[in-house]
């Protein structure tokens, strides 16, 4: 009994914290991944500048709806000024998005965007967005790996999870490019799950299939760098594009054993979240959709790219 | 003195949780209101409802791990047949036969095939996620039907209807664990297997029904998820079977059988809801919550061993 005593006692003191100014709720897809900890990272910087209090919160299980829901339930009982949310499902969060409109909460959609047809259907009010257009950064992928390839080759594709809307974008926007040549064949396309693990063992399978494989697109890193290293154990010679610009890749970038990623700006997404939260808060009009940049970072910019990325550490 | 730890010993788990209760209320200001305990409440009511059936497999000495692959299984395939026009009743009703039929297909293995239920629902979990992966195509099901949603949002007299279901479930299992022949088997089944079986009760059908309602409570648990999120995907239920489990342990129930009951799986799953709802509240990082969580799972057992060894 004492024992337990001592816990909870820990526990209250692990969490103990005044509570007074502006809050922001702030929900990443997980905090297991370097790209939403740049994120938050950097929303928590410009939220010190500004003087306003994040209260940040992740699911435990990547791609959970139930989760994200029930935190969005919490901080809406706890009154926050705003809620910025890289929401784990485009069409899943749409009933408590209702609570949060109805208790008069304002919502910043940030990364990966909410179904605009299904928020229109349920009749709620547009959510601004802040992130970067998927399928414009797929494309640029698109486009170095035909460069790469000098338009010939086969190539596989590992895609992200099953019904979010990056996901989608994402393999269609290098689809769409690839495609358009007819000396690009792409022979396999699986879903790894956004996991190193995954990426790893369904790489090792496509290698089983396609012995004339010349390029993967991972749409993540983290599925790049599973198949990186299914790649390098089959001793083959294959060119991995990843995306997302996480350190573990730039660092393959450096090495040379990823050809390049494509960088999205999560640190703008985290800063630019809080400003419009306040924005919101301040009565000022914001406008629904912002894009923020996609670039290809490769063995000429990865120095560079590193850089400003020590930033937001 | 006496008094004292006999109440320790008899009620220590609605202590430790009036404790974790008192801790929360005092730290948090957002925590004490109406609005949040009914969140608790709702937000606690799926794994609740699960735990009856955990409770049931537990009392007889097995365990179930596929009640989360079946809450995804039962779930797409509910969204699936909302979307294809099947009337909302029925397409409840089949969903949760679907988790039934899971729920038989384990019991009959386990009881009459004597596998091991380890193994069995292990087997299940992955079928039933495979399943539900295979249904749509790894895809969610999304576009149900508004009205559907209203099977979560409703509320009565104020009260969420989630939080109505629960104690509707709690109410039927009560009856069957303590006024029904069912019910006492279970617990014989799991105090003494050879003795039971020697007094001439059907061990193998008393202990294929208690997979049964399992299966049973975890397709009604994905319908309601399915309400509540109005979406359906099959990567839901994820890590249901533990949080179940987790809640029938809290509640004193002994893994080996036999021994326990529903109301200790009332109040563990209100524990694990109440610790996730205040330590969010509180702004703890979600790391240090899966800690706490996992400490305080073990020292609930750890203190009811403490408590049989004495007694």
Redesign the interface.
């Known amino acids: ?1 004492k ?3 001592l ?6 003191l ?4 005044v ?1 007074a100014k502006t809050t922001i709720g702030f929900i990443p897809m997980t ?1 297991s991944n370097e790209y939403f900890i740049t994120m938050v990272n950097a929303a928590q910087q410009e939220a010190d500048k500004l003087g306003v209090e994040l ?7 990547h ?4 989760e994200q ?3 969005m ?3 809406i ?3 926050v000024d705003a809620i910025c949310i890289v929401p784990s ?1 485009s ?5 408590v998005l209702r609570k949060a409109e109805k208790a008069g909460i304002p919502v910043i959609n940030l990364d990966t965007k909410f ?1 605009a047809e ?1 928020i229109k ?2 009749g709620l009010k547009p959510i601004p967005f802040i992130g970067t257009d998927n399928y414009y950064g797929a494309q640029i992928a698109g486009w170095f790996a035909l460069s790469l390839l000098g338009a010939e080759g086969e190539v596989a594709i590992l895609t992200g ?3 979010q809307q990056n996901a989608a974008d994402r393999r269609n926007g290098f689809y769409d490019i690839v495609s358009e040549y007819d000396g690009i064949k792409v022979v396999a396309e699986q ?1 790894a799950n956004w996991e190193v693990e995954q990426g790893y063992n369904v790489t090792q399978n496509i290698l089983q299939a396609n012995p004339g494989l010349d390029l993967i697109f991972a749409s993540n890193d983290n599925m790049g760098l599973g198949a990186r290293k299914a790649v390098e154990e089959a001793k083959k010679d294959i060119t991995v594009i990843g995306y997302d610009a996480v350190p573990a890749a730039l660092d393959a970038v450096k090495m040379g054993t990823f050809a390049g990623t494509i960088a999205q700006f999560p640190a703008e997404m985290g800063i630019k979240g809080v400003q419009a939260a306040l924005d919101i808060k301040a009565g000022k009009e914001v406008p629904t959709n912002i894009q923020t940049a996609s670039k290809l970072i490769y063995m000429a910019n990865v120095d560079w790219f590193i850089d400003y990325l020590s930033d937001f550490e | 003195m006496k008094k004292m730890i006999f109440i320790l010993r008899n009620y220590g788990m609605f202590i430790g949780f009036g404790l974790i209760f008192l801790i929360f209320s005092l730290s948090s200001e957002y925590f004490l209101d109406v609005y949040n305990l009914m969140n608790i409440l709702v937000q606690s009511s799926l794994i609740a409802i699960i735990a009856v059936g955990q409770t049931f497999v537990i009392l007889t000495g097995g365990i179930d791990l596929s009640v989360g692959s079946i809450v995804a299984l039962t779930s797409v395939g509910s969204g699936l047949m909302l979307v294809s026009g099947v009337p909302i009743p029925v397409a409840i009703l089949l969903g949760i036969l679907i988790g039934v039929g899971a729920g038989v297909v384990n019991g009959i293995t386990i009881a009459y095939g004597k596998v091991p239920a380890f193994i069995v629902t292990l087997g299940m979990m992955s079928i039933a996620r495979g399943g539900a992966l295979a249904l749509n195509n790894g895809k969610p099901v999304s576009g149900l039907p508004f009205e559907f949603e209203t099977i979560a949002s409703a509320e009565l007299f104020g009260v969420p209807i989630f939080v109505i279901y629960m104690l509707i479930i709690f109410a039927i299992g009560f009856f069957i664990l303590y006024k029904t022949r069912l019910g006492r088997h279970i617990f014989a089944i799991g105090g003494n297997r050879e003795a039971t079986k020697l007094s001439g009760i059907n061990v193998p059908f008393n202990e294929m029904m208690a997979y049964a309602i399992s299966g049973l409570l975890a397709g009604l648990g994905g319908v309601l998820l399915t309400a509540r999120l109005n979406y359906a995907t099959p990567l839901s239920g994820n890590a249901y079977e533990l949080d179940t489990i987790a809640a029938v342990v809290i509640g004193g129930t002994s893994l080996a059988g036999g021994e326990g009951g529903l109301v200790g799986t009332l109040i563990g799953a209100l524990l694990l809801g109440t610790l996730r709802n205040g330590l969010t509240l509180l702004n703890v990082v979600s790391y240090y919550q899966q800690i706490i969580i996992g400490a305080v799972i073990i020292l609930a057992v750890f203190y009811d061993r403490m408590k049989t060894k004495k007694g």
Do not use: C, W, Y
């Open positions: 009994m024992k337990v005593l816990t909870v006692l820990l526990v209250a692990i969490g103990a914290v509570f905090l209260i940040v919160q992740a699911g435990q299980r791609g959970s709806a139930e829901m029930q935190i339930e919490n901080m009982t706890r009154r499902s069409q899943g969060l749409i009933p179904d299904a259907a349920a999870v099953a019904g879903t």
